[in-house]
């Protein structure tokens, strides 16, 4: 089955403990992106990559960091989480083309206390 | 800011169509029309994309002005699994893709 795959689901942590949240799709897709959703300010794009060891900045990049190694694989990487980074992240791939669909992952709920 | 404009909310009665409007007065001639929902607790799902032309598919349907200014999303018959926040975008080389707050479509039984 065609899907983004994100892990973990839930994730609760603490202040200044490093975590990373993987995100892998099985399409083939040249394009990945992070995106993080806070009530009342919609998706938010963090980071994105249109293919291997291509990664561009979104419109809210700071705080965090990304690797694409593989194709398949779009890790987000929290080198120093804080409070401010409790949210609900999405990973999504496409083609890269216009006409392409993008495919979202179910999410990660982050809180860090 | 999103290249898109859309109204945070819309109702509609289960059984009727629904019309799901969205602006998007700077289009560029080579930008594709996305829609995309969210359902209560699960990521963003696609809904449906044009280029120019209206499109039909098992989901929905997509009215696309003659100037591409705007669009029209269009559920011909709303059900209470259609509640949800719908998302339209502008997708070209899928380096700029924002999303706007989109609409909240509340189904009344």
């Known amino acids: 089955e065609a899907q983004v795959t994100q892990n973990p689901r839930y994730l609760i942590t603490v202040t200044g403990k490093k975590l990373t949240v993987t995100c892998s799709q099985n399409?083939?897709?040249?394009?990945m992106s992070w995106y993080r959703q806070d009530p009342g300010l919609g998706l938010r794009q963090i980071y994105y990559?249109?293919?291997?060891?291509?990664?561009d900045k979104g419109d809210v990049p700071e705080g965090y960091k990304v690797s694409r190694k593989e194709k398949r694989n779009f890790p987000l990487i929290l080198e120093s989480p804080s409070p401010n980074q409790t949210s609900l992240y999405f990973c999504?791939?496409?083609?890269?083309?216009?006409?392409?669909?993008?495919?979202f992952g179910n999410g990660t709920r982050l809180t860090v206390t | 800011d999103a290249k898109t404009t859309q109204p945070n909310s819309m109702e509609s009665n289960e059984e009727e169509p629904v019309h799901l409007p969205c602006n998007h007065s700077?289009?560029?001639?080579?930008?594709?029309i996305h829609w995309y929902r969210q359902l209560p607790s699960q990521g963003p799902e696609y809904v449906i994309h044009?280029?120019?032309s209206n499109v039909n598919n098992r989901m929905a349907s997509l009215a696309i002005a003659e100037d591409r200014k705007s669009s029209t999303l269009i559920l011909h018959r709303a059900t209470l699994r259609d509640a949800a926040v719908y998302y339209c975008?502008?997708?070209?080389?899928?380096?700029?893709?924002?999303f706007g707050a989109g609409t909240r479509l509340t189904v009344k039984p």
């Open positions: 999504a791939s496409s083609l890269l083309r216009g006409n392409s669909p993008l495919h």
């Open positions: 399409m083939n897709h040249e394009y």
């Open positions: 990559s249109m293919n291997v060891e291509v990664t």
């Open positions: 700077t289009i560029s001639g080579t930008d594709y």
């Open positions: 044009g280029l120019t």
């Open positions: 975008i502008l997708l070209y080389n899928n380096n700029d893709m924002r």
